[in-house]
Every structure is written in structure tokens, then in C-alpha cells.
């Protein structure tokens, strides 16, 4: 099981590449917290991107599930570094065994405390691109393209995709 954060989900959206979750051969899933984040939040705001990701609720594309108080929700909740819904993907992720799809540093490194595993919005463009499913010069496309929207990714990580679709176009 995938468990999304707002981030990935945000500007998968603001490019119009929600699709390539389909590409994940596990179940993608939403805390309702997350969906609430972005969606309800993101509609009332007036974003498209909130639009698209409900509309990929909508098709299936992922699930919205909930998030019981479990006790590592309960410690993650009262840590006043992490949102409501960094703590919901990351106590969903431990209780199900899943891995948290999540873009922040501090949540990653509180991830990697609690043992739970974690990927980034550019790990799975570089699946996708891994898998066939889009090739390199899509796949720096699509980078590029988030960074316009103003995702954020630091120039040694830049230059590490870069490298790593390189590799895949070879």
C-alpha cells in the first residue's frame, strides 16, 4: 500500500500526471486528513489541482480511508513539527505495513526513526520511467514542470535525477 501525502499528490496534480499512480502495482491511499488538505481545503481555494485529485478519487485512482488514534498517530499528533496529515500518512503507512509517499525532509526523518519506509514524488517518476510506462524525456518533463509550480528540489538532488534517467535512456 501507498500512503500520499499532500505534496506528491499537489503537484502531480498542478501537472496533470495523476495517471502515473496507476503505474503502482499496491493500492494507493489517502488519510481523510490528507483529502481534506487538499481537496476540500484546495476546491474552497479555488486550485485545479483539487479538482483533478478529487477527480482521481472519483476514478479510483486512490482510496480515502481513515485513520484511527493509534498509538503512534497519538505521539506523531502531539509533535508540533508534523501536520495532522504527515502524522495520518505516516501512522497509515506503519499500520499497514504500506510505504509513506512523502516529500518533506523532517517527515522522512521521522519516518526513518519509527521504521517506516518512504519514497518521493521524483522515485516514482523514475519508476515510471523505470517500468516503461514514460520515457526519460517525459520524465524530465515532468520534473521540470513541478519545479515551475514550484515544487521544491535541491539542485544535488536535481542533478541526481538527471543522472539516474541518463541511465534509464540508455
Not at 33 to 47: A, H, I, P
Request: aromatic content about 8%; charged content about 25%; overall charge negative.
Amino acid at each position: 500500500m501507498w500512503v500520499f501525502d499532500a505534496t506528491p499528490l499537489i503537484y502531480f496534480g498542478k501537472v496533470s500526471q495523476l495517471s502515473l499512480v496507476e503505474q503502482v502495482a499496491e493500492p494507493c491511499v489517502l488519510p481523510e486528513r490528507v483529502y481534506k488538505e487538499v481537496v476540500t481545503t484546495g476546491l474552497e481555494s479555488g486550485y485545479p489541482d483539487a479538482r483533478r485529485i478529487e477527480r482521481s478519487v472519483e476514478a479510483n485512482r486512490f482510496e480515502v480511508i481513515s485513520v484511527g488514534a493509534t498509538p503512534l498517530y497519538s505521539r506523531l499528533h502531539g509533535n508540533s513539527n508534523l501536520s495532522d496529515a504527515d502524522a495520518a500518512v505516516l501512522a497509515c503507512a506503519d499500520d499497514h505495513n504500506g510505504v509513506a509517499v512523502i516529500d518533506e525532509t523532517y517527515g522522512r526523518d521521522v519516518a526513518a526513526a519509527e521504521g517506516i519506509t518512504t519514497r518521493g514524488t521524483a522515485f516514482l517518476v523514475l519508476k515510471c520511467t523505470k517500468q516503461g510506462a514514460i520515457s526519460s524525456d517525459d520524465a524530465r518533463t515532468i520534473i521540470d514542470a513541478m519545479i515551475d509550480e514550484g515544487w521544491y528540489c535541491a539542485p544535488a538532488v536535481y542533478t541526481k535525477i538527471l543522472q539516474k534517467l541518463e541511465t534509464l535512456s540508455d
